[in-house]
């Protein structure tokens, strides 16, 4: 937070998260000829997200990866465990490998 300015991060932590109000997904919410028809990304997603992020609850990206697995998205998710919001930033962290690491896995 401190290298966006902000000096008090409480007031960018939400009571309730949007992804909160997603519905679960449970199946593939796609019907089959829509899934033949290109519609799903045949790119895969890389998510990484810091499990001791108090800016965007770690959950959020547990759901996004069930969300789009459900829905036929191949999704990966690395969780950096001892690490924040902003660790990612950092070329020595665990999350700043694992990005490179999905970015090289992609470019093959």
Sequence with gaps: ??????????????EVSPIDMLPPCRVNSLPPEEASRGTVPRARIGLVH????DVVPPEQSVRFLVSSTCAGVPCELHM??????????????VSWRAVISMAAQSAK
């Design 1 to 14: 937070a401190r290298l966006l300015g902000y000096r008090d991060v409480s007031s960018l932590k939400r």
């Design 50 to 53: 810091g499990k001791r992020d």
């Design 80 to 93: 950096a465990l001892d690490e924040g919001h902003y660790e990612v930033l950092d070329p020595k962290s």
